[in-house]
């Protein structure tokens, strides 16, 4: 499925987050259609290889290859993966809260999530936290 703003031809794409958050970029998508005409691809595809492969079917049916590629979030890492597969497919690459590209900025993201809560919300944080890191609590459920 693809959506699409204004009227073609379209020249941006804009890839949305998740994965599985189809919808997720309307927003983003209506800007750049008002701007430039754009798709948004709604994204299915369970594995890097099929999100790709259905990536560059929807680029074709929307037509007007070699596109401006937005990605937001998780689909900023598909539309730069795109990128690096079907250079020849993408005219520009945009990057929009982009999680980070190296290792060495993921801490970055859990301090920044942390500074945005509240004292009760950041125990709750934390407490989720360890749990995911270290399994289920003794209870078998959560409380």
């Not at 990536?55 to 998780?74: D, F």
Request: glycine share 14%; proline share 8%.
């Amino acid at each position: 499925m693809i959506r699409y703003y204004g009227d073609p031809p379209y020249r941006a794409a804009v890839i949305h987050g998740g994965p599985g958050a189809p919808g997720s970029a309307a927003g983003l998508a209506a800007m750049a259609g008002e701007i430039c005409r754009a798709s948004e691809p709604m994204q299915s595809g369970k594995s890097i290889r099929e999100l790709i492969f259905e990536l560059k079917g929807q680029l074709e049916e929307a037509g007007n290859v070699p596109v401006i590629l937005i990605g937001h979030s998780w689909g900023a890492f598909l539309a730069a993966l795109f990128a690096g597969a079907h250079p020849e497919m993408v005219e520009k690459l945009i990057l929009v809260g982009c999680p980070p590209l190296t290792a060495g900025y993921v801490p970055m993201i859990g301090e920044r999530r942390r500074r945005n809560l509240g004292p009760g919300e950041r125990e709750e944080f934390d407490r989720l936290n360890l749990w995911l890191e270290q399994g289920t609590p003794e209870r078998g459920r959560m409380e």
